[in-house]
């Protein structure tokens, strides 16, 4: 058992979709096994090349088997998504729920986890189809557009309305730690580039965004005595009533693990 938070931090735009300036609308989601927590959304209005914060985040998430798949997924649309003919929070929710199932499926197999967690943002990183908007041949991504929609001509995109970037990543609790450990034991980040498609003519072109995005394992810090009331206090937590009461579904609960001292 321990505690993480998954966040969406910002995203940089070195090229617009539009001409001048997009209408950017974020959505950030996360669900754990079968835990689906509320879809975060944020209105980031019209924005220029540059960095954009966005500090979306899923605070003290307790999981405890290093089995349990965790995914997270996130979209950025430019312009009117209304035009759409399944709205942001119903996308982001199949999403989720495809990369769990794709996180199941693999987490027994080799998956290329070395080139993941090597640096940034590079040759490794997807490239973003504007007529396919979730299409990614990476070897970290565990999601494609097709496995979830079947009428990709709804996702055709008037004007110069259209997904900039969008991704989903799944992976189970034990491979979040690897990860997490590799980084120093606090925090792992990754930036990942979307280079998109032409836009429509009239339009910027081009869309160019990098998405920055952590997860990171809550531990206690300085010298014991340790003292756990203070550290759920620090994670803004309550038991109600017990330990279980964070992670229902768990077995086991172990002080140690959840405190980061194991």
Not at 76 to 101: E, M, P
Request: proline content about 4%.
């Amino acid at each position: 058992m321990a505690l993480y938070t998954f966040a969406l931090e910002d995203f940089h735009i070195d090229n617009t979709r539009s001409r001048h300036e997009d209408t950017d609308q974020v959505t950030f989601g996360l669900r754990v096994e079968s835990r689906e927590f509320p879809i975060q959304s944020l209105s980031a209005g019209d924005v220029n090349n540059g960095d954009h914060a966005v500090n979306l985040s899923y605070r003290s998430v307790c999981i405890s088997a290093p089995m349990s798949p965790v995914a997270f997924s996130y979209e950025i649309y430019n312009g009117d998504a209304s035009k759409l003919s399944v709205d942001l929070q119903t996308l982001d929710k199949r999403l989720l729920a495809q990369s769990v199932d794709d996180t199941v499926k693999t987490s027994g197999a080799d998956t290329g986890f070395a080139n993941f967690s090597s640096g940034e943002a590079g040759a490794d990183v997807p490239t973003l189809d504007q007529d396919n908007p979730f299409a990614d041949t990476s070897d970290w991504s565990t999601i494609f557009f097709e496995k979830i929609f079947v009428d990709i001509g709804s996702f055709l995109f008037p004007d110069c309305d259209g997904f900039v970037a969008a991704d989903a990543i799944g992976r189970t609790k034990g491979q979040w730690d690897v990860l997490i450990n590799s980084a120093g034991g606090g925090t792992f980040r990754k930036s990942l580039r979307y280079p998109g498609s032409n836009s429509p003519s009239g339009c910027g072109g081009n869309s160019d965004y990098t998405v920055t995005w952590s997860v990171t394992r809550a531990r206690i810090t300085g010298l014991a005595p340790y003292s756990l009331r203070q550290f759920l206090q620090a994670q803004q937590l309550a038991l109600n009533p017990g330990l279980r009461s964070l992670d229902p579904a768990s077995n086991s609960v172990s002080v140690r693990d959840l405190m980061g001292l194991s």
